[in-house]
């Protein structure tokens, strides 16, 4: 990478972690321990695939306000927490008190390897990073240094707005019309103009936001590709979506689309070296 490339990058992290920091509060306030997402569709999948036992150390990284990490402290874990931004640490560490023993918050830039690394070689069971790879412009730090800060038989579990269904090139829609018997329809659809090319834009993650922040989509192939480079393989995948609920049908709302799945969640397992092989 050229230097000039290198300074854009940087530039574009420091970013990234600016804006986090100034709306942290605002997330904080509304995330509280889990939006909807969170406890329907993110948190659920995660935990099924990510199967926690009893004094495994996990590393939650871009851990935000800590919602995830005080899950997974409660399922038994010894958490190591991990985020760019200060303000959401500090906000973090305040919801966490009674799980002091269980969750060691940390400032960590997850684009920076030598950072990761000095949290400890083999130290961890499992990798969580849950709406976090899509905030990132680059994620191939992270994931070569994951293969090292796993324990054998370690896993990375992630979730992400599915590439596919949600990004910033995906509008949601619902058309109204009338049969012939009278009856009025609504239909509720996912309007996609691109899928392979959607260019790093930013939008707002929740209604009220007085700042947007950046979303950097990767198309499956990317995404995966990803990883499969820094030596993973896929082993665990679910898409879940949102049941219906009681909402206007004329509401633009995920609720109004329960076929389609908003979240892809995938646990990922370094490949076995040759001698690791039986």
Not at 22 to 51: C, S, T
Not at 98 to 113: F, G, K
């Amino acid at each position: 990478m050229k230097r000039d490339e290198r300074d854009a990058q940087a530039g574009l992290v420091a970013e990234v972690r600016d804006i986090w920091d100034a709306k942290a509060a605002f997330w904080d306030e509304r995330m509280g321990e889990g939006n909807q997402f969170q406890l329907e569709l993110i948190g659920p999948a995660v935990e099924r695939l990510l199967a926690v036992r009893p004094e495994e150390q996990i590393l939650d990284v871009g851990c935000g306000n800590g919602v995830s990490s005080r899950r997974l402290a409660r399922l038994g874990a010894r958490v190591v927490a991990v985020d760019s931004s200060a303000r959401f640490l500090e906000l973090a560490r305040s919801r966490s008190r009674d799980l002091s023993d269980r969750i060691d918050y940390r400032l960590v830039d997850a684009t920076d390897e030598e950072q990761l690394l000095a949290l400890g070689e083999g130290r961890f069971d499992a990798l969580v990073c849950n709406m976090v790879l899509m905030d990132m412009p680059v994620i191939d730090p992270l994931l070569r240094i994951s293969r090292r800060l796993l324990a054998s038989r370690g896993r990375f579990v992630f979730a992400v707005q599915h590439p596919a269904f949600n990004s910033n090139a995906v509008r949601l829609c619902a058309e109204t019309e009338t049969r012939g018997d009278g009856v009025e329809v609504t239909r509720h659809a996912v309007k996609l103009s691109d899928y392979l090319v959607v260019p790093a834009g930013k939008g707002t993650g929740m209604p009220g936001e007085s700042q947007p922040h950046w979303y950097f989509h990767r198309p499956l192939h990317e995404l995966f590709g990803a990883f499969f480079r820094a030596g993973f393989v896929l082993d665990g995948l679910e898409e879940p979506a949102l049941t219906p609920r009681d909402t206007s049908l004329h509401q633009l709302s995920w609720s109004n689309l329960p076929g389609i799945p908003p979240v892809l969640v995938a646990r990922f397992v370094p490949h076995p070296m040759p001698a690791e092989r039986p």
